[in-house]
């Protein structure tokens, strides 16, 4: 996606071929600026610290961070080491995994002097294959907004409410939650979306609006515990949310509050749809309460940044001194309360069967 006219994707492999450039989302939305990742432990912290963060992306970061590691040392011991490493930066998410399997697959029957460029090229065609499952996303997603648009009057907007950021820079492009969004603002169906804001990271306000902003979308940034209220008054059409793992019957984890906001879709007859690719799919699973969630700093919840008027990012207390915080960071939501998947495949019943049908050799 564009950032002041140019293209932008949201990694890639630095023109001295060996080092990993991506976009520094904790300095978003203040401050536009790149880090490059040189060393298997640069892209473990970038994983780790949220300069990359969204299921698709942390995949991408871990495959390049292989590809890094390989440049230190290309034994099978040194690949399981860096492996494990990448792979415990952060639980939720199951696009690492794969991503790590996938790496896996791509040189462990290589010789050591064939393993840089294998991975290099696995890593890169991972990246690929994102942009193109999440531009299908968008393909099939856009036909729900249209759907809506047909019943408006003409100009009404359809009104999409989203939580976190399943943007474009939580993938590599287009987004998934937002690819079905831009294409419809692109083919000039009036969308406006609500944001909400996503504490403790600010993930709404900071990076979903800012994206959606440099695209021209139309939307306005709520509080999180405003989606109810809205939907209660007929503003809300659909949600659209991303996840970091669907279970194989359905349940989906997603950024803390998704649970909330798909009790109150269901409670006022609001469609309530996750986008996803294949590759968040935990196939092993058939339970959502037994998906990891990752427990992050207690300080995220105590502490905030912002920017002064006089431009200085700063970081400030906004919590009673000294009283003890709780920071989980996903939830899960029943598959019971999803109206429906959004896929590369199609858009399918969030159940066993519902996946099967679009994934039939997982069955
Ligand atoms: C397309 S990204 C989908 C999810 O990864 C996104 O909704 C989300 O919850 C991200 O959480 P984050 O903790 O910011 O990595």
């Not at 649970?259 to 590759?279: I, M, R």
Request: charged fraction near 25%; aromatic fraction near 4%; glycine fraction near 8%.
């Amino acid at each position: 996606m564009k950032i002041n006219g140019r293209h932008y994707r949201t990694i890639w492999r630095a023109e001295d071929g060996e080092s990993v450039e991506i976009i520094d989302q904790t300095r978003l939305p203040h401050e536009f600026e790149t880090a490059t990742l040189r060393t298997l432990e640069d892209a473990g912290r970038a994983i780790l610290t949220m300069q990359v963060r969204g299921a698709p992306l942390i995949g991408a970061t871990a495959a390049y961070g292989v590809c890094l590691a390989l440049q230190e040392d290309a034994s099978d011991e040194a690949v399981d080491a860096a492996i494990a490493y990448l792979a415990k930066q952060r639980p939720t998410a199951v696009n690492l995994r794969w991503a790590l399997d996938q790496m896996r697959k791509a040189i462990q029957n290589l010789p050591r002097e064939e393993r840089l460029a294998a991975a290099y090229k696995r890593a890169a065609e991972i990246c690929d294959e994102d942009v193109e499952t999440c531009r299908l996303i968008g393909t099939h997603g856009l036909k729900i907004i249209e759907e809506i648009a047909s019943r408006k009057a003409p100009g009404e907007p359809v009104n999409i409410l989203t939580h976190c950021n399943a943007g474009w820079i939580a993938c590599v492009d287009w987004g998934t939650a937002t690819a079905p969004i831009y294409m419809a603002h692109d083919k000039g169906i009036p969308v406006h979306v609500w944001v909400d804001e996503t504490r403790p990271r600010n993930q709404g306000a900071a990076l979903t609006a800012f994206e959606l902003g440099a695209h021209g979308v139309p939307h306005t940034i709520i509080v999180d515990n405003a989606g109810g209220h809205l939907m209660q008054h007929g503003k809300v059409d659909v949600c659209i949310v991303g996840t970091d793992r669907v279970t194989a019957n359905g349940d989906v984890a997603n950024k803390i509050g998704t649970y909330l906001k798909a009790l109150a879709a269901k409670d006022n007859n609001v469609p309530f749809y996750v986008a996803l690719p294949h590759t968040t799919i935990d196939w092993t699973l058939n339970d959502g309460r037994i998906i990891p969630i990752e427990e992050r700093p207690v300080d995220e919840v105590l502490k905030m940044p912002g920017r002064l008027a006089d431009g200085t990012v700063v970081t400030v207390e906004i919590a009673a001194p000294g009283s003890p915080a709780g920071n989980p960071a996903f939830d899960v939501t029943p598959a019971r309360l999803v109206t429906g998947l959004i896929t590369e495949r199609g858009i399918c019943e969030a159940t066993s069967d519902g996946l099967a049908s679009l994934y039939s050799e997982k069955k």
